[in-house]
């Protein structure tokens, strides 16, 4: 069964500093990887989306990228801003039950 | 503009009660979705449809029910069998089962009083 893994479950860092979220699944057998930004009580954002077939995707200040071999994604966010702070999701799909499932977020409080 | 749109945003329910919660999307998209979160947890799939008139069961379907007449609708019944309903709702959708981008609507908040 596929699990996501997501690490740390919060995170504070001050205005300006670059940042890496982690996600880790088990099942390497995925069709692709989303990124989604969610801010409290509201739905979620899908921020990047890379195919199992890609290394990495770009958008604005995010990067994201994929190694399927070892299970991992990661999220760089560069130069953070107060704006940032939500919480970040992650979820693959596929695996042997070919379904969408997601990590539990990490919560990302960029200090001014 | 295109999107889901979740009704309503916050839902108070007495036990025994019945609740619809609907979704509706203009995206013209085949699949949707149902989730449950709870507080400090990962998205839960409650039912997911890929076709009208078809539906799968997700990882918490019991206590749950869902039709697709229609292309752009997907509501969710939350029936009293359900013993802990108090959660947040999110519908989604997306073009086909995998491979895309998955979008959500703003979600409903659910309390039962």
């Known amino acids: 069964k596929q699990e996501v893994t997501q690490i740390p479950a919060a995170l504070s860092v001050p205005e300006g500093e670059n940042l890496v979220l982690n996600c880790s699944f088990t099942?390497?057998?995925?069709?692709?990887l989303q990124w989604f930004r969610q801010d409290p009580g509201k739905g979620l954002t899908s921020l990047l989306l890379?195919?199992?077939?890609?290394r990495e995707q770009t958008s604005g200040r995010l990067n994201a990228s994929l190694d399927k071999s070892s299970g991992r994604s990661t999220l760089y966010i560069a130069a953070s801003q107060p704006g940032d702070s939500a919480t970040y999701l992650c979820?693959?799909?596929?695996?042997?039950?070919?379904?969408?499932?997601f990590g539990k977020g990490t919560r990302l409080h960029i200090l001014p | 503009d295109g999107g889901i749109t979740q009704s309503p945003k916050y839902l108070f329910r007495k036990e025994g009660q019945n609740v619809t919660l609907s979704c509706e999307q203009n995206?013209?998209?085949?699949?949707m979705y149902w989730y449950r979160q709870d507080p400090g947890q990962g998205l839960r799939l409650i039912y997911y449809?890929?076709?009208?008139?078809?539906?799968q069961k997700g990882d918490i379907a019991e206590g749950y029910s869902v039709s697709r007449e229609k292309k752009e609708s997907f509501p969710l019944t939350v029936t009293s069998a359900q013993k802990n309903p108090t959660a947040f709702y999110l519908c989604?959708?997306?073009?086909?089962?995998?491979?895309?981008?998955?979008?959500f609507g703003e979600g409903s908040w659910l309390t039962v009083v």
């Open positions: 449809s890929q076709i009208v008139n078809d539906f």
């Open positions: 099942d390497s057998a995925i069709y692709n």
């Open positions: 979820a693959v799909t596929g695996g042997r039950d070919d379904k969408i499932i």
């Open positions: 989604a959708s997306s073009m086909i089962t995998v491979g895309n981008t998955i979008y």
């Open positions: 995206l013209n998209h085949d699949a």
């Open positions: 890379i195919q199992s077939s890609q």
